[in-house]
């Protein structure tokens, strides 16, 4: 059910928030030992909230999120309940306040059912890099859901929660989105507020919704949206009503299709669905360009590898073991218990981007690595604003492959980073950009991605949602 059906059924008095909360809990329940998706399980406060959107909903108080069952990525600060980033560093944390997002939600009648796994502090692309346990994807339970929202993603698409909330650093909501064969907004960095967000790259992150389709995308996006003043990076720029876009008319619509997008090594089937996806928006009245070219994208996920890192090392000095999360006791001195704390407290994929930013950073290396990534992505940047001088938006698969086996790249770090060759760019430009349903190959999700330029998502949204006006990809439902 998507929420905007459910909404209806609520608004009516068809369903209460009570039942449709425990139809939720007993889907997680039946499916959660095969998929894993849930780092926390909160069912005694959903069962409370929902009681609470119930009496709301009796006093005619009741907007479109109101009752609506959702999990949250693992790496957003929720009051009082466990918040663990999927790390042993912070597996008891538990946050004395709610990220601004979390407040937004809770004053719409938020129903959370769970909060969500991932990779460690966001670092991954397939969610096995949490120090838990690997999600599974619900369309082939042997293969990964995309990192790093992956439980987020595979949350929604099993029917665990109606929607989730995701971060995204390098295409952490838009991968995942795209390998569950569902919808996901990485929204131009400042749209929405990251205070209470735990920090991976600062520069780069940003929150956003995950949904069964554009429609409900829309809807989360009008209540966590907006500017907040704890966030320095949030941009007070005015938040548009983003229902009001979803039209089906793409007669002025303009498209450019990146050729570097479509890369070297790119599997067949993911190639023939983006082009027969792109010939139905051309189809539907869009005016499409092939052969578009941003040459500097080549370069992204060199820039990124050396910015990512550089800020997580910077923002990952925090965890000593002294103010909270994990501490090691049994040492003889202070550096002792620094060192074993982090070298228990973290995995290896966190180490090792700890240590290569570190590295980046380092006197004699800043210069020729940390400096030089950001010039690339001054010019990484400025193409993509030279291409919108020109289109609406620019139209990319999500991944270059299908989702691949749990365990097929976990010891190949360079292959695991290429799964976000198509993502990352954009989270360099700080641009907005959305993942949908494409097609399908051998039976397993493939997703098409749509960039625009900053504060655009009004287009992004309204040339989504008429692609699945027009396909049923979106539509279809794993069989779990």
Same mark, same amino acid.
Request: charged content about 20%; glycine content about 8%.
């Given at each position: 059910?998507?929420?905007?059906?459910?909404?209806?059924?609520?608004?009516?008095?068809?369903?209460?928030?009570?039942?449709?909360?425990?139809?939720?809990?007993?889907?997680?329940?039946? @499916?959660?030992?095969?998929?894993?998706?849930? @780092?926390?399980?909160?069912?005694?406060?959903?069962?409370?909230?929902?009681?609470?959107?119930?009496?709301?909903?009796?006093?005619?108080?009741?907007?479109?999120?109101?009752?609506?069952?959702?999990?949250?990525?693992?790496?957003?600060?929720?009051?009082?309940?466990?918040?663990?980033?999927?790390?042993?560093?912070?597996?008891?944390?538990?946050?004395?306040?709610?990220?601004?997002?979390?407040?937004?939600?809770?004053?719409?009648?938020?129903?959370?059912?769970?909060?969500?796994?991932?990779?460690?502090?966001?670092?991954?692309?397939?969610?096995?890099?949490?120090?838990? $346990?690997?999600?599974?994807?619900?369309?082939?339970?042997?293969?990964?859901?995309?990192?790093?929202?992956? /439980?987020?993603?595979?949350?929604?698409?099993?029917?665990?929660?109606?929607?989730?909330?995701?971060?995204?650093?390098?295409?952490?909501?838009?991968?995942?989105?795209?390998?569950?064969?569902?919808?996901?907004?990485?929204?131009?960095?400042?749209?929405?507020?990251?205070? /209470?967000?735990?920090?991976?790259?600062?520069?780069?992150?940003?929150?956003?919704?995950?949904?069964?389709?554009?429609?409900?995308?829309?809807?989360?996006?009008?209540?966590?949206? /907006?500017?907040?003043?704890?966030?320095?990076?949030?941009?007070?720029?005015?938040?548009?009503?983003?229902? +009001?876009?979803? !039209?089906?008319?793409?007669?002025?619509?303009?498209?450019?299709?990146?050729?570097?997008?479509?890369?070297?090594?790119?599997?067949?089937?993911?190639?023939?669905?983006?082009?027969?996806?792109?010939?139905?928006?051309?189809?539907?009245?869009?005016?499409?360009?092939?052969?578009?070219?941003?040459?500097?994208?080549?370069?992204?996920?060199?820039?990124?590898?050396?910015?990512?890192?550089?800020?997580?090392?910077?923002?990952?000095?925090?965890?000593?073991?002294?103010?909270?999360?994990?501490?090691?006791?049994?040492?003889?001195?202070?550096?002792?218990?620094?060192?074993?704390?982090?070298?228990?407290?973290?995995?290896?994929?966190?180490?090792?981007?700890?240590?290569? /930013?570190?590295?980046?950073?380092?006197?004699?290396?800043?210069?020729?690595?940390?400096?030089?990534?950001?010039?690339?992505? !001054?010019?990484?940047? +400025?193409?993509?604003?030279?291409?919108?001088?020109? $289109?609406?938006?620019? @139209?990319?698969?999500?991944?270059?492959?299908?989702?691949?086996?749990?365990?097929?790249?976990?010891?190949?770090?360079?292959?695991?980073?290429?799964?976000?060759?198509?993502?990352?760019?954009?989270?360099?430009?700080?641009?907005?950009?959305?993942?949908?349903?494409?097609? $399908?190959?051998?039976?397993?999700?493939?997703?098409? +991605?749509?960039?625009?330029?900053?504060?655009?998502?009004?287009?992004?949204?309204?040339?989504?949602?008429?692609?699945?006006?027009? !396909?049923?990809?979106?539509?279809?439902?794993?069989?779990?």
């Amino acid at each position: 059910m998507t929420i905007h059906e459910a909404h209806k059924l609520l608004k009516t008095k068809q369903l209460s928030s009570v039942e449709l909360t425990k139809v939720c809990l007993e889907r997680i329940q039946q @499916v959660e030992p095969k998929v894993r998706a849930l @780092v926390t399980i909160t069912d005694e406060l959903a069962l409370k909230q929902a009681q609470k959107a119930d009496e709301l909903i009796a006093a005619g108080d009741i907007n479109p999120l109101t009752g609506i069952p959702a999990v949250i990525k693992d790496v957003i600060c929720t009051k009082g309940i466990r918040t663990t980033c999927s790390s042993r560093m912070l597996e008891n944390f538990v946050p004395p306040y709610d990220a601004t997002v979390m407040e937004k939600l809770n004053g719409c009648g938020v129903v959370m059912v769970g909060k969500a796994n991932m990779d460690e502090f966001a670092m991954g692309s397939s969610n096995e890099h949490s120090a838990f $346990f690997p999600t599974h994807n619900p369309w082939d339970l042997s293969r990964v859901p995309g990192g790093s929202s992956g /439980g987020p993603a595979a949350a929604v698409a099993a029917g665990e929660a109606i929607y989730a909330l995701g971060s995204d650093t390098g295409g952490s909501i838009r991968l995942p989105a795209g390998f569950c064969s569902i919808t996901g907004l990485k929204p131009t960095y400042g749209r929405i507020s990251r205070y /209470g967000l735990v920090a991976f790259a600062s520069s780069l992150d940003q929150i956003g919704p995950l949904t069964q389709d554009v429609n409900d995308c829309a809807l989360v996006l009008n209540a966590i949206a /907006g500017y907040d003043t704890r966030d320095s990076t949030s941009v007070p720029y005015p938040t548009p009503d983003y229902t +009001q876009c979803l !039209t089906t008319d793409l007669n002025s619509i303009r498209i450019g299709i990146p050729k570097e997008y479509f890369v070297e090594g790119m599997q067949t089937e993911v190639e023939t669905a983006m082009r027969a996806a792109i010939s139905k928006l051309e189809e539907m009245g869009a005016k499409v360009e092939w052969e578009v070219s941003l040459p500097h994208t080549r370069y992204g996920l060199a820039a990124y590898y050396i910015i990512a890192p550089s800020e997580a090392s910077a923002n990952l000095a925090r965890y000593d073991g002294v103010k909270y999360g994990f501490s090691y006791q049994d040492a003889d001195s202070m550096w002792e218990a620094l060192e074993k704390t982090r070298q228990y407290g973290f995995g290896d994929e966190v180490k090792r981007r700890i240590m290569l /930013g570190t590295y980046a950073l380092s006197a004699g290396y800043y210069d020729a690595w940390y400096l030089k990534a950001q010039k690339v992505r !001054t010019l990484i940047r +400025q193409e993509f604003d030279q291409a919108f001088d020109k $289109f609406d938006a620019l @139209v990319t698969p999500t991944s270059p492959t299908v989702p691949f086996k749990i365990g097929e790249k976990v010891d190949d770090p360079l292959q695991m980073y290429l799964s976000d060759v198509c993502t990352l760019p954009i989270n360099i430009a700080g641009l907005p950009a959305i993942s949908i349903p494409a097609g $399908f190959g051998d039976s397993l999700p493939i997703g098409m +991605q749509i960039i625009g330029k900053p504060f655009s998502e009004e287009t992004l949204l309204k040339i989504a949602h008429a692609f699945q006006q027009a !396909t049923e990809w979106h539509k279809r439902r794993p069989q779990i």
